[in-house]
């Protein structure tokens, strides 16, 4: 149906793909795997007709064809939906499904027709949604229902979805794997991108996977996770979670010679109320240790995180970093206390990518490095160059633009930079969201590093197995509360998930501002914003 002999793709100083031969059938989902700057992205942007290749050929049942723009691609039958939505936010569902092919009548804009195609099409994937309604109304998963519905109003027998469940909760990951089977069943072949290494088998053909810009093998999807994770990175990973000290009775203990002594209490919140988003919430973090932060999409998680660091007010409570209170809503305050956010949007809110990755790592020590308004560049790069190759950032150089850097080193850019400014408490809000299985160890690693030199981490994940398996105590919210908090060695799914959606008997409700107790736990089949694998 589909298929790639010898592409090769070079760009500035990087050989993005060499020799790539892929291939994919009628009917099937086929998994394209690899790590970060593999080449995945590169190999949809030309089979899309965002990049052209350098050398190679692409083959359309048997015969070559050119795929030089979207347009190509279109006519060839191969829709496209990547990690970032093609969607204009303003404009309603069917104008997005539409744009640039609307129906016309006596030379006008047909919109009755265009409404009811966009209705009909709507349906056939399973969202009910008006075909009025502007997208920017819509949340990720009913989106990414309009970017499929669009594909199939191209008529495509070939649909590429790179990362489709990256932001998806576990109910909407159900109802978009049910869709791609229907797909499937109707003879579409689909390239199905992931890093979720538990969705191969379960909606999988084949693999092919991807090292270096080259294809290094094809197996079948019910091949063994170690194999696949072997082929990805070249070698096995021993530990998945490999979290270092305080796994068997209390945090990873800082060296003693820290100021704050060794599991001092670094961060206190305490009553952290805003109406309409979270009340009373209450915890402590210690040097050397890594709390978790669990709890369903919607329970406040994110929005406590962006509140301790500033960004956002709160109504009532206190923030105090090592017994000093900061003035609410003011990131200033948090940034010179020693607390640094690393976002779950890192490439909305964490980076500039349109800038240099040196540029990047020092956004925060600007105004540090500046003296009477004149930048000291040349400190700036040495610090620069000093956490890059500590973090082992790879890349072409440091003038190199973060937007061409893979989702792992990006993310180790975004950790880099509040390093570099020397926080001692790093707030870390999805920190491997996007990012494949080797790049996962990697932060992980530099988490272990950072809490045996007396940092504190509060990790906020959808991931449960990441929490549970890098935690040292987990905290669970629920309904915009702390739901109760379990130590590592009493934190399951189960325990978390009865917490998280309420089924969990409490002896007591904490006071304002009290971390709230352990409890036990009953099990639960609604996982809707937490992932289990």
Do not use: C
């Not at 979670?241 to 305080?246: A, H, K, T, V």
């Amino acid at each position: 149906m589909l298929r790639t002999q010898g592409i090769r793709k070079t760009f500035p100083n990087v050989v993005a793909l060499d020799g790539v031969d892929f291939e994919l059938r009628s009917g099937e989902v086929h998994v394209l795997l690899g790590e970060n700057g593999a080449g995945k992205s590169t190999l949809i942007k030309i089979l899309s007709g965002v990049h052209r290749a350098d050398a190679g050929q692409v083959l359309r049942d048997g015969r070559p064809v050119r795929i030089h723009s979207a347009n190509d691609a279109e006519r060839l039958g191969i829709a496209t939906m990547h990690q970032e939505f093609n969607l204009v936010p303003h404009l309603s569902v069917a104008e997005n499904i539409f744009l640039g092919r609307q129906p016309r009548r006596f030379g006008l804009l047909d919109r009755k027709r265009m409404e009811a195609d966009a209705a009909e099409l709507l349906d056939r994937v399973g969202v009910h949604i008006s075909p009025r309604t502007p997208v920017r109304e819509l949340g990720v998963a009913r989106s990414q229902m309009v970017e499929i519905a669009k594909a199939l109003s191209l008529s495509a027998r070939v649909l590429i979805m790179d990362e489709p469940t990256a932001a998806l909760t576990a109910d909407e990951v159900t109802k978009l794997f049910d869709l791609v089977r229907r797909l499937r069943s109707e003879g579409v072949g689909i390239v199905f991108i992931t890093h979720h290494l538990e969705e191969i088998a379960e909606l999988g053909d084949r693999v092919t996977v991807l090292r270096d810009g080259r294809s290094v093998g094809r197996a079948p999807a019910a091949t063994p996770r170690d194999d696949l994770v072997r082929m990805m990175v070249g070698r096995s990973i021993e530990q998945q979670y490999p979290r270092q000290g305080g796994r068997s009775g209390g945090p990873a203990q800082a060296p003693a010679s820290q100021a704050t002594g060794a599991g001092a209490p670094l961060l206190r919140v305490s009553g952290l109320s805003r109406a309409g988003a979270f009340t009373d919430v209450g915890f402590e973090l210690r040097a050397g240790e890594v709390v978790g932060l669990a709890g369903l999409v919607g329970a406040g998680r994110t929005e406590v995180a962006r509140a301790v660091f500033g960004a956002d007010p709160y109504d009532r409570g206190t923030v105090e970093v090592q017994g000093r209170r900061l003035r609410r809503n003011d990131i200033d305050a948090a940034l010179t206390a020693g607390i640094g956010l690393v976002p779950e949007d890192r490439k909305g809110q964490g980076l500039l990518l349109d800038s240099s990755v040196q540029d990047n790592l020092g956004l925060v020590t600007l105004g540090r490095a500046s003296r009477a308004g004149i930048v000291d560049l040349a400190g700036q790069q040495k610090s620069a160059a000093r956490i890059a190759e500590r973090l082992g950032v790879r890349m072409a150089g440091l003038g190199q633009r973060m937007g061409t850097l893979s989702g792992g080193n990006q993310q180790k850019v975004v950790i880099g930079k509040w390093l570099l400014a020397r926080s001692r408490v790093l707030i870390l809000d999805e920190p491997t969201r996007g990012i494949d299985v080797g790049a996962k160890v990697e932060i992980y690693e530099l988490i272990n590093e950072l809490t045996a030199s007396g940092h504190a981490v509060l990790m906020i994940s959808s991931d449960l197995p990441e929490v549970l398996g890098m935690s040292d105590r987990v905290l669970v919210m629920a309904h915009g509360r702390i739901a109760g908090e379990l130590p590592a060695g009493e934190a399951t799914q189960d325990a978390v998930m009865a917490l998280a959606v309420g089924t969990a008997h409490r002896e007591h409700a904490p006071a304002a501002g009290e971390p709230a107790a352990t409890t036990p736990a009953t099990r639960t089949k609604d996982r809707e914003g937490l992932r289990g694998h």
